[in-house]
């Protein structure tokens, strides 16, 4: 089923004297509990569509329809609303508050709702035991590795239940182990949990855990593929594996 | 893989029969990674005798190749240890692809960016087939299989990354025009060629 739809985003900045067009008619329907990695060569448009699609901007021509709402139409508070209850985000450079505990991070989202710190940091504390940090939850943010950090990140941005969880270079600033650790997190929240993931990265490893791929080139989409259409996969990397196991 | 120099290596560990080679070959790998039939352990067996370098070890009582136990010579030794010295050279093979994509380029049947395409994405669910895998097998798998699987992982990725270099540069090959040699004149050269009309 649909989740979001997105139908000829257009999306132009200036720059200087020159305008540069970011998205030049981008068309893309996520569905419900897809896992789709967003790549393409630098400046061909990718981090805008996250921005689009997560409401932190709005296009020059097109919509974004997020199940029943049309997100363009919305006033700057009904989308912070949106941004707030029904998107997560996840950001290369993790965000976290860096004098608040690891639960504190994790229930910020509620707590700014006006949710009640106690209901906010059982639900909290939900997440960071379903991502692994049940040992963490009263570290500091520098007490924590770069992984452990993007994880918090990561359980900030499902306590609210989201709908639809956006993440920019999650693995960026992560090195191999732990960008390997956040591709298999974000694939599982697809698989266990049915929620919509759409990553941005530029890393191979990372996109190839993803089930769908999309390439974005001078802000057109010119290819959109499902990875595990397994009918598809070469049986020679198939029967290597079978000997593998 | 060099099933001979394999066979060395487990004979120098010790004594051992072909059946017992088979064996032993097939667990280094982790698994059945190097397929390698008995029958060819066998005929190895039979060859590195010829040439002086395995010998039957003696005492023991003749019968098929999988029964007679089999150890290192000198010579065998000594061919081992040179097979350890040398670095094993990666073939860089022809590469079918390439070829399509400059054959797409010159003949202007397929769009170049369309066969780069179709790569790509069975690249990637190459990819995702591994990365999967790797991530079911990392638990359970021994170390020399979840080291074969990362070399696979890392193989496809070197591919991926080249071909998202030809990406960038791929209008800038198809401007290039092809410089062809000029075909050679052959046979017999002609007496007068100022004047191809003769007298």
């Known amino acids: ?245 | 893989m060099s099933v001979r120099h394999a066979v060395l290596g487990l004979l120098h560990q010790r004594a051992r029969h072909g059946y017992e080679l088979h064996a032993a070959l097939t667990s280094l790998g982790g698994g059945e990674v190097w397929d390698v039939k008995a029958a060819q352990i066998y005929a190895t067996l039979d060859r590195l005798a010829e040439s002086g370098l395995v010998r039957e070890q003696p005492g023991t009582q003749s019968g098929g190749p999988q029964r007679r136990p089999f150890e290192l010579t000198d010579a065998g030794l000594t061919e081992l240890r040179s097979w350890f010295s040398m670095p094993v050279k990666t073939g860089y093979q022809r590469d079918e692809f390439f070829l399509k994509l400059m054959l797409a380029i010159t003949s202007g049947v397929q769009d170049p960016y369309s066969v780069l395409r179709t790569q790509r994405t069975s690249l990637y669910r190459d990819l995702h087939e591994l990365m999967t895998h790797r991530q079911e097998a990392s638990a359970r798998a021994a170390l020399a299989q979840q080291l074969q699987l990362e070399q696979a992982v890392m193989h496809v990725e070197a591919d991926l990354r080249w071909l998202e270099l030809i990406e960038g540069r791929l209008d800038d090959m198809a401007k290039q025009t092809t410089v062809e040699p000029a075909p050679k004149p052959r046979g017999r050269p002609r007496k007068n060629p100022q004047s191809p009309d003769g007298e």
């Open chain 1, 1 to 245: 089923m649909a989740l979001i739809t997105a139908t000829q985003l257009v999306k132009t900045y200036a720059e200087g004297a020159t305008a540069v067009r970011a998205l030049a008619g981008v068309s893309l329907t996520l569905n419900e509990g897809d896992f789709v990695a967003v790549m393409g060569p630098s400046g061909c448009g990718k981090s805008t569509l996250l921005h689009l699609l997560g409401g932190l901007d709005r296009p020059d021509a097109g919509t974004v329809k997020l199940g029943s709402d049309e997100l363009t139409t919305l006033d700057d508070e009904g989308l912070t609303l949106v941004r707030r209850r029904r998107i997560g985000f996840v950001f290369q450079s993790f965000n976290l508050v860096p004098v608040m505990s690891a639960i504190e991070n994790v229930a910020l989202p509620l707590t700014l709702d006006g949710v009640s710190a106690s209901v906010a940091e059982g639900k909290a504390k939900v997440w960071l035991e379903r991502l692994g940090l049940g040992d963490r939850v009263n570290h500091l943010p520098d007490q924590l590795s770069g992984g452990q950090q993007q994880r918090v990140a990561i359980a900030r941005a499902l306590v609210t239940e989201p709908v639809l969880l956006l993440a920019d270079e999650p693995t960026g600033n992560l090195d191999s182990k732990s960008a390997d650790d956040i591709a298999r997190l974000l694939r599982s929240l697809s698989d266990e949990h049915r929620r919509t993931v759409l990553m941005v990265t530029h890393d191979p490893r990372i996109a190839a855990s993803a089930r769908r791929l999309v390439f974005l080139k001078d802000g057109v989409i010119v290819d959109d593929q499902n990875l595990s259409a397994s009918l598809d996969t070469s049986s020679k990397v198939r029967s290597q594996l079978e000997a593998l196991s």
